[in-house]
């Protein structure tokens, strides 16, 4: 084995240890900050950025609670994946609230959940509500 392959398996290993202990750290995390909302809704997906980087998230039935504030799925524009995650990387997407930009990180290990509670939330952004208009009239 060559010295870069030695440094390079040195770098991997550290870089899984390092990765490991920040995923036990972020699951220790999501788990005390399953806070007294989680019971006021039948569906609650929270998600807690890696690395200390970004905004804990929870997907609802009905909204996306952002830090402390909730947006209703209506006040959503489609949330757009940014960048996938990595080993190294939280995995972004975003969105827009009222113009106020929303920006959504999440763990490599958190890749599946993350996926189908967006395909769920972008689902509910683009529900057209009951009470909308049907169409234009010519009369």
């Not at 991997?12 to 806070?35: C, R, V, W």
């Not at 690395?51 to 909730?70: N, P, Q």
């Not at 609230?97 to 763990?107: D, I, Q, W």
Request: proline residues 4%; negative net charge; hydrophobic residues 35%.
């Amino acid at each position: 084995m060559g010295l870069f392959d030695k440094a390079r398996e040195l770098g991997n290993g550290a870089l899984d240890a390092t990765k490991k202990m920040s995923s036990g750290i972020t699951n220790k995390i999501a788990e005390s900050s399953h806070d007294e909302r989680a019971a006021e809704h039948t569906m609650y997906e929270l998600f807690v950025p890696g690395y200390g980087l970004g905004v804990k998230f929870a997907f609802t039935e009905s909204s996306v609670i952002y830090g402390k504030e909730e947006y209703a799925y209506a006040e959503l524009d489609p949330i757009q994946m940014i960048n996938p995650a990595t080993r190294i990387t939280n995995g972004t997407a975003q969105t827009r609230a009222n113009g106020k930009v929303l920006t959504l990180a999440y763990e490599s290990d958190q890749s599946d959940r993350f996926v189908n509670a967006l395909s769920y939330a972008n689902g509910k952004i683009m529900e057209v509500p009951a009470d909308a208009p049907q169409g234009i009239s010519c009369e």
